[in-house]
C-alpha cells in the first residue's frame, strides 16, 4: 500500500508563496492520478488540482488557477503544489491524494488513497 507524506506547509503572510511536497512510500505513483485537496475548519474538503500519471494534463479549481501549480516528479515519487499570491481564504489543512483509475477527478470520494495533511495559514 502506498503511504503518502505531505509536507512544506506553514505560517505565510498574505500574498506569498509555498510549495507544497508530497512523498510516496512503499511503491510507485507513476500509477496514480494524483491529486491535492485542503479543508478549511467547518467546511468540507475542497478539491485544489489535479495531475494525470504523466503529468500531461492538469486541472485546477477555480479558486486555484492562476494561483496554483501542480507539478510531479515520477523519479523521485513525489507531487508537488506551488501556491503564489497566498490569500487568507487559503488558510487550510492540505492533503494529497492518489487514484488508481484515468482520470483528473474532482470529487474526494474518487481518490483510493491519502496522505495526513499539512496545515497552511496565511495571516491577513
Known amino acids: 500500500q502506498v503511504q503518502l507524506v505531505e509536507s512544506g506547509g506553514g505560517l505565510v503572510q498574505a500574498g506569498g508563496s509555498l510549495r507544497l511536497s508530497c512523498a510516496a512510500s512503499?511503491?510507485?505513483?507513476?500509477?496514480?492520478?494524483m491529486g491535492w485537496f485542503r479543508q478549511a475548519p467547518g467546511k468540507e474538503r475542497e478539491f485544489v488540482a489535479a495531475i494525470s500519471w504523466n503529468g500531461g494534463s492538469t486541472k485546477y479549481a477555480d479558486s486555484a488557477s492562476g494561483r496554483f501549480t501542480i507539478s510531479r516528479d515520477n523519479a523521485k515519487n513525489t507531487v508537488y503544489l506551488q501556491m503564489n499570491s497566498l490569500t487568507f481564504e487559503d488558510t487550510a489543512v492540505y492533503f494529497c491524494?492518489?487514484?488508481?483509475?484515468?482520470?483528473?477527478?474532482?470529487?474526494?470520494?474518487?481518490?483510493?488513497?491519502w496522505g495526513r495533511g499539512t496545515q497552511v495559514t496565511v495571516s491577513s
Open positions: 491524494a492518489g487514484r488508481v483509475s484515468y482520470g483528473l477527478a474532482m470529487s474526494a470520494g474518487e481518490y483510493n488513497i
Open positions: 512503499r511503491r510507485t505513483l507513476s500509477n496514480y492520478v
